[in-house]
């Protein structure tokens, strides 16, 4: 390990001085204003030169023993191993909510378009799991309601009424859930 330390030291101190050189060209050729016009002129062929010997990085070639020394030292292993993931991590997972989702059909009745129905679903939310091997989907819908466009000025203008009270958090007009590969196996695709 010395010996490459020493060679790198030897390439580092070689780049110092190559860049002190060029840095003292580069002084050398700064006359002022009109120096670049009066003065001696560098080709571009020297200057590429010059910037590529500065950016010419140092570089250390192993042999395959010395790498495989080196490998064993640090404990590395050259080959990558898969990494199993357990079938329960959850890979991505996503969830969308809507509070209220109002719809309205509309339709020609005689001469006039009027609201053939007129609807709402209130907390209408989808959760994504996908997992490795399995893939799982839930929705749900907390209420449903239906208004009455047919009767004007009624006392009860909703046809279809959302649950009364306090909404429960576990209450749902409708769920449903599909999950492909389900974690038990008791099946391919579960509803």
């Known amino acids: 390990f010395r010996s490459l330390a020493d060679a790198e030291l030897k390439k580092e101190s070689l780049n110092a001085e190559r860049r002190a050189e060029y840095e003292k060209s580069l002084q050398k050729n700064k006359k002022g204003i009109f120096g670049s016009w009066f003065g001696p002129k560098q080709t571009k062929e020297e200057e590429e030169q010059q910037r590529k010997a500065l950016e010419a990085a140092p570089t250390i070639e192993l042999s ?3 790498r495989e020394e080196i490998y064993r030292t ?4 050259d080959v990558v191993a898969d990494i199993q993931e357990p079938k329960d991590y959850v890979k991505i997972w996503m969830k969308l909510q809507l509070e ?4 309205k059909l509309v339709g020609d009745v005689g001469p006039s378009v009027q609201a053939i129905l007129d609807g ?3 907390d209408i939310g989808v959760t994504v ?3 490795p091997d399995s893939m799982k989907v839930e929705g749900g819908i907390r209420s449903f309601g239906v208004r009455d466009p047919w009767t004007p000025r009624t006392r009860f203008p909703m046809i279809i009424t959302p649950s009364q009270g306090k909404p429960a ?3 749902q007009f409708c769920r449903l859930a599909f999950e492909s590969n389900p974690l038990d196996g008791h099946a391919d695709f579960a509803v």
């Open 129 to 131: 799991a996908q997992r």
């Open 120 to 122: 709402s679903f209130e």
């Open 169 to 171: 958090e576990s209450t």
């Open 74 to 77: 640090i404990g590395y292993e």
């Open 64 to 66: 395959s023993e010395q």
């Open 100 to 103: 209220k989702l109002s719809f």
